[in-house]
T-cell receptor, first 114, second 118 residues
Framework: AQKVTQAQTEISVVEKEDVTLDCVYE???????LFWYKQPPSGELVFLIR??????QNEISGRYSWNFQKSTSSFNFTITASQVVDSAVYFC???????????FGAGTRLFVKA | SAVISQKPSRDICQRGTSLTIQCQVD?????MFWYRQQPGQSLTLIAT?????????ESGFVIDKFPISRPNLTFSTLTVSNMSPEDSSIYLC???????????????FGPGTRLLVL
């Protein structure tokens, strides 16, 4: 069965600090997709990144970076120089090939204080 | 990406009534999904809605309580029937969208409908 674990329930940092959100997944599929979504207080889920199981390259987008390691079944998300606007709940998600069914982690609530 | 809108954005309803939530996608998509997110919780899939076929419901969700329509490739509705306070949640619509065969598919979400049942 597929499972996504986000062990960090809440994280609180001061602005400009770096923060890493952990995500560990379980799947028996050899082809799968991993995602990160951001849910700000407004409630809308914002898509951040999609990673295919056959592509272990890390990715950087501005202050955001993602580290995908199949050996440890992890897909961690780092925010560099955090800002107050980064305060949100972040969800890691896993879907089978075809993306028909997506399993979401419990989410990590990030508080960034000014 | 797909842009998704939902109506209403929020509502306060009385116990025993029903509410229909509309979801509109700005492009044609094969698969749409309805999720429920209870306060402080993660997302729970209610059902998958494919155009031209019956919705597929997840364990714990039934058609009589959550009837879904999918009349075309850009629109879907979810009705929450005979509501009780336990139905107070955010209801999210999503669509599976792909920019092309090599880029893969991603779920994009609407802004959600915040429902409070008194």
């Amino acid at each position: 069965a597929q499972k996504v674990t986000q062990a960090q329930t809440e994280i609180s940092v001061v602005e400009k600090e770096d923060v890493t959100l952990d995500c560990v997944y379980e799947t028996r599929d050899t082809t799968y997709y991993l995602f990160w979504y951001k849910q700000p207080p407004s409630g809308e889920l914002v898509f951040l990144i999609r990673r295919n199981s056959f592509d272990e390259q890390n990715e950087i987008s501005g202050r955001y970076s993602w580290n995908f390691q199949k050996s440890t079944s992890s897909f961690n998300f780092t925010i560099t120089a955090s800002q107050v606007v980064d305060s949100a709940v972040y969800f890691c998600a896993l879907s089978e090939a075809g993306g028909f069914k997506t399993i979401f982690g419990a989410g990590t609530r990030l508080f960034v204080k000014a | 990406s797909a842009v998704i809108s939902q109506k209403p954005s929020r509502d306060i309803c009385q116990r025993g009534t029903s509410l229909t939530i509309q979801c509109q996608v700005d492009s044609q998509v094969t698969m749409m999904f309805w999720y429920r997110q209870q306060p402080g919780q993660s997302l729970t899939l209610i059902a998958t809605a494919n155009q031209g076929s019956e919705a597929t419901y997840e364990s714990g969700f039934v058609i009589d309580k959550f009837p879904i329509s999918r009349p075309n490739l850009t629109f879907s509705t979810l009705t929450v029937s005979n509501m009780s306070p336990e139905d107070s949640s955010i209801y999210l619509c999503s669509a599976l969208w792909s920019p092309g065969s090599l880029a893969g598919e991603t779920q994009y979400f609407g802004p959600g409908t915040r429902l409070l049942v008194l």
